[in-house]
Structures are given as C-alpha cells and as structure tokens.
C-alpha cells in the first residue's frame, strides 16, 4: 500500500545552520506532495508544494527537492531560526479526484540557541 | 479575517456520550475533511465532503459521523461507539483553486473523562 514515511523522528541544529528534513513515499503515482510546519497545539500551517513533473521548487528560506526515482523527498531550510521549531510533514496527494491527503508522522526540529 | 474556525479548542467526554465537534469556514471552499492525530504520529483521515449534501469516509470512520448540510459547516460528531477518542481533531477545508492544498484549523483536544 501507498505510505508516507520520514527517516528521522527528531532533529536538531544550531541556530543559524541549515536544516534537512526527509521524507520517503512509496506509490509511485503520486503526483503532489506537500509540507506542513505545525507548532505545538496548532493547526498544521502549508509550508511548500512541489509537482511530480518538478525536482526543486524553492520559497523564502526554504527548499523542497523531489527526487522521484528513490521515491524521495526534502525540505531545506535555509539559517534556521528558533522559530522554526516545530514538527514537520510531509504528505502526498492520492492521485485520483479525492485529493485525499496521505501524512507522514512528522520530524521534530529543535533549534539550539 | 477568513479562515477556519473549529471549536471548542478543549472537550471532555463522559463514558457512552456522544460529542460534537464544529467546524466552520468563511473561505467558500467545497472541500472539508476531518483529521485525527495522536501523539506522536501524522494526521489520519477519518471523513471527508466534496460538495454539499454528500460526505465520504475516509480511513478510521468508525465511531465517527458527520453531516453536511452548509457549504461553510461540517460538524463531527464523536460516537459512544469510538472507544479510544482521546486524540486532537483537525478540521480542513481546500479550494480547487489551489489545488491540493489543505487549509487547517487550530484543533480540538477530545479528553475522556
């Protein structure tokens, strides 16, 4: 079945230094794929998107890479700050008119002053 | 200020009580889903309604109902028949306009008593 995965349940960096955070998927038919910050108690917030027809979208200080034949999935952000803690995750889109969203179970980023 | 408004942001709920969950949204999108997330874990689909007047379940339905009757409303309503409700419940709702981006609310904390 299709699943959505991240290879590192917690991460932490200094302040200032770049972050990765990585995501695995395994149906090959999924065409969109998403990330969502969500902060302790809150509503997950839309960070980024990326096609399947793409390998690199970039934003303000952030990154998503797609690489579709490891079925592979980054986001990179630039000078993290303190308020980039939170969890993040990714998720990717059914490929059929439900638009169901599948969720990974997140990476914990920790900034270090 | 548009946006999805769920409430309460806390419930408890007595043994063999059934419960309500709101959910509301002044963004005139046709698309409203229901997620649960347990601790430590990604967002699970439990319903989701393309348009007004039809709903479909998603991966945990059971113990669960909705109903959609207004474009902008799409309560959920937490059945004596789920037994482990304890969870945070996510309501969110998508334009096709942006494709398959969800917007999320800020969450309601379901407690057993």
């Known amino acids: 079945g299709e699943s959505v995965g991240l290879h590192l349940p917690t991460l932490s960096v200094q302040e200032g230094d770049n972050s990765i955070i990585n995501c695995a998927y395994s149906?090959?038919?999924?065409?969109?794929f998403i990330w969502y910050k969500q902060e302790s108690g809150k509503g997950p917030q839309f960070i980024i998107d990326?096609?399947?027809?793409?390998d690199k979208r970039q934003g303000q200080r952030v990154t998503v890479l797609l690489n579709k034949t490891v079925k592979h999935l980054s986001l990179q952000i630039a000078a993290t700050q303190p308020g980039d803690s939170a969890v993040y995750f990714c998720?990717?889109?059914?490929?059929?008119?439900?638009?169901?969203?599948?969720f990974g179970s997140g990476t914990r980023l920790l900034v270090r002053p | 200020d548009g946006g999805i408004t769920q409430s309460p942001k806390y419930l408890f709920r007595k043994e063999g009580q059934n419960v309500t969950l709101s959910c509301e949204q002044n963004?005139?999108?046709?698309?409203m889903y229901w997620y649960r997330q347990d601790p430590g874990q990604g967002l699970r689909l439990i319903y989701y309604?393309?348009?007004?007047?039809?709903?479909q379940k998603g991966d945990i339905a059971e113990g669960y109902s909705v109903s959609r009757e207004k474009k902008e409303s799409f309560p959920l309503t937490v059945t004596s028949a789920q037994k482990n409700p304890t969870a945070f419940y996510l309501c969110?709702?998508?334009?096709?306009?942006?494709?398959?981006?969800?917007?999320f609310g800020s969450g309601t904390q379901l407690s057993v008593l």
């Open positions: 969110a709702s998508r334009s096709p306009q942006a494709n398959e981006k969800l917007f």
């Open positions: 149906n090959s038919a999924s065409d969109y």
């Open positions: 990326i096609r399947s027809n793409m």
């Open positions: 998720a990717d889109a059914v490929g059929d008119s439900s638009y169901k969203l599948i």
């Open positions: 963004l005139n999108h046709d698309a």
């Open positions: 309604s393309q348009i007004v007047n039809d709903f």
